[in-house]
């Protein structure tokens, strides 16, 4: 089993900062790819970044790209979202998920366990 729990979400300004964590407790697994997801209200969740099990691949979102970096901690175990130049539109619930699957995924379906999501809102 693998239990996720996001932290780090809040109120920011426009062009502010935010870094958001996403702690992993995996039992039974050993390898696993992690992935940010987001879900604005009224939209459908959509993918924001992800990063394999080494954190040697990494793949973000044409709309966050160049704005957020993903990364991972093993040893703790956690996953990072940076995200920087936050806009208007960045706001949504942000998710974090896990796979049992060491190489990068990007698809929501393809994702087992999800964590409960942090509120980042980014408003003037």
């Known amino acids: 089993q693998v239990q996720l729990v996001e932290s780090g979400g809040g109120w920011v300004q426009p062009g502010g900062s935010l870094r958001l964590t996403c702690a992993i407790v995996a039992r039974g697994f050993s390898n696993y790819a992690v992935g940010w997801f987001r879900q604005a209200p009224g939209k459908e969740r959509e993918f924001v970044a992800a990063i394999s099990w080494s954190g040697g691949s990494t793949q973000y979102s044409n709309l966050v790209k160049g704005r957020f970096t993903i990364s991972r901690d093993n040893a703790k175990p956690s996953v990072y979202l940076q995200m920087n130049s936050l806009k208007p539109e960045d706001t949504a619930v942000y998710y974090c998920?896990?796979?049992?699957?060491?190489?990068?995924?990007?698809?929501?379906?393809?994702?087992?366990?999800w964590g409960q999501g942090t509120q980042v809102t980014v408003s003037s």
């Open positions: 998920a896990a796979v049992d699957w060491s190489y990068l995924v990007t698809e929501a379906s393809d994702y087992d366990y």
